[in-house]
């Protein structure tokens, strides 16, 4: 009979007031701790499938949620606006206070899903110079990959730089990003989309209101990697993973394919999330 997993909500608040919860599923006798960055739109709750298959494997998975989605306190709108500034540091610096409390000692990782792993690759830079018990000691890519244009194969290559600059211009006048509407992401800030589409037309990562030199902190991360591509993925192909991971020339990173006779599911970027244990036992082998 395995160990019963406990399910919590820990209630967090930022300093300029956004609230949010931090979703938990922790084994009794945790070998590490997990803190998870959803994709683009979705909700934490929609990681809790694997937030228990890894803690069915002795992992503490805490997901976090981003501001807009799900539990968070905010909406985007015109009167709400906000880009990876907040995210990066306002928001993530709390739910990783609250981890280290519950669990103090703990082995931590870091990982995300699709925007996730690329802000998780961000934060882990601004964290760099950081003591080392006060860092995280691996990364977890699952489906993520740096949306460079360039990065990506031929055959979607060539239109990219149209949605790119379509997505800010659409999220400017509409006061936020319709992204129910259009197919892609949630409704977002359009300071969000403004900084995530730079960094998918020029290749560098960079956000308002950040000082750090977010390229050049990223370069000195030195942890190992664990990063799982699934096989018909076109939002996040192997190409934009290694440009992702060519941001972090220190950390050393064992990548995984997984098709769909592996997941049991859709080898895309979504149905994973309801068929997780394939990708759990990738990061953990």
Same mark, same amino acid.
């Given at each position: 009979?395995?160990?019963?997993?406990?399910?919590?909500?820990?209630?967090?608040?930022? !300093?300029?007031?956004?609230?949010?919860?931090?979703?938990?599923?922790? %084994?009794?006798? %945790?070998?590490?701790?997990?803190?998870?960055?959803?994709?683009?739109?979705?909700?934490?709750?929609?990681?809790?499938?694997?937030?228990? =298959?890894?803690? =069915?494997?002795?992992?503490?998975?805490?997901?976090?949620?981003?501001?807009?989605? !799900?539990?968070?306190?905010?909406?985007?709108?015109?009167?709400?606006?906000?880009?990876?500034?907040?995210?990066?540091?306002?928001?993530? %610096?709390?739910?990783? =206070?609250?981890?280290?409390?519950?669990?103090?000692?703990?082995?931590?990782?870091?990982?995300?899903?699709?925007?996730?792993?690329?802000?998780?690759?961000?934060?882990?830079?601004?964290?760099?110079?950081?003591?080392?018990?006060?860092?995280?000691?691996?990364?977890?890519?699952?489906?993520?990959?740096?949306?460079?244009?360039?990065?990506?194969?031929?055959?979607?290559?060539?239109?990219?730089?149209?949605?790119?600059?379509?997505?800010?211009?659409?999220?400017?006048?509409? !006061?936020?990003?319709?992204?129910?509407?259009?197919?892609?992401?949630?409704?977002? =800030?359009?300071?969000?989309?403004?900084?995530? $589409?730079?960094?998918?037309?020029?290749?560098?990562?960079?956000?308002?209101?950040?000082?750090?030199?977010?390229?050049?902190?990223?370069?000195?991360?030195?942890?190992?990697?664990?990063?799982?591509?699934?096989?018909?993925?076109?939002?996040?192909?192997?190409?934009?993973?290694?440009?992702?991971?060519?941001?972090? %020339?220190?950390?050393?990173?064992?990548?995984?394919?997984?098709?769909?006779? $592996?997941?049991?599911?859709? $080898?895309?970027?979504?149905?994973?999330?309801?068929?997780?244990?394939?990708?759990?036992?990738?990061?953990?082998?």
């Amino acid at each position: 009979m395995t160990d019963p997993i406990e399910a919590c909500e820990l209630p967090l608040q930022a !300093g300029d007031g956004h609230r949010w919860q931090l979703l938990a599923r922790l %084994p009794h006798a %945790p070998r590490a701790s997990l803190l998870w960055l959803p994709a683009l739109g979705v909700a934490a709750k929609h990681y809790l499938p694997f937030a228990e =298959a890894l803690a =069915a494997r002795g992992i503490a998975v805490f997901v976090h949620e981003w501001r807009g989605n !799900g539990g968070s306190s905010l909406r985007a709108d015109r009167a709400h606006d906000w880009g990876y500034r907040e995210l990066l540091l306002e928001d993530l %610096p709390h739910s990783e =206070a609250a981890i280290a409390a519950r669990l103090p000692g703990l082995p931590r990782i870091l990982g995300g899903h699709s925007l996730g792993g690329q802000l998780a690759c961000c934060r882990l830079g601004l964290l760099a110079h950081q003591p080392a018990a006060d860092r995280p000691t691996r990364l977890w890519l699952v489906a993520s990959g740096a949306p460079y244009w360039r990065a990506f194969p031929a055959r979607t290559r060539w239109w990219l730089p149209f949605a790119y600059r379509f997505l800010p211009w659409l999220a400017d006048r509409r !006061g936020a990003l319709p992204g129910r509407r259009v197919g892609f992401g949630g409704d977002e =800030a359009r300071g969000l989309i403004r900084d995530w $589409a730079r960094s998918a037309l020029s290749g560098r990562y960079a956000a308002v209101g950040v000082e750090a030199d977010l390229e050049a902190a990223m370069a000195q991360v030195d942890v190992d990697t664990d990063a799982v591509v699934l096989d018909d993925d076109w939002l996040a192909p192997e190409s934009s993973l290694r440009f992702l991971l060519s941001k972090l %020339p220190r950390a050393q990173a064992r990548v995984d394919t997984l098709d769909a006779q $592996a997941l049991g599911a859709r $080898a895309d970027h979504f149905a994973w999330m309801k068929r997780p244990d394939a990708v759990a036992a990738s990061l953990m082998r």
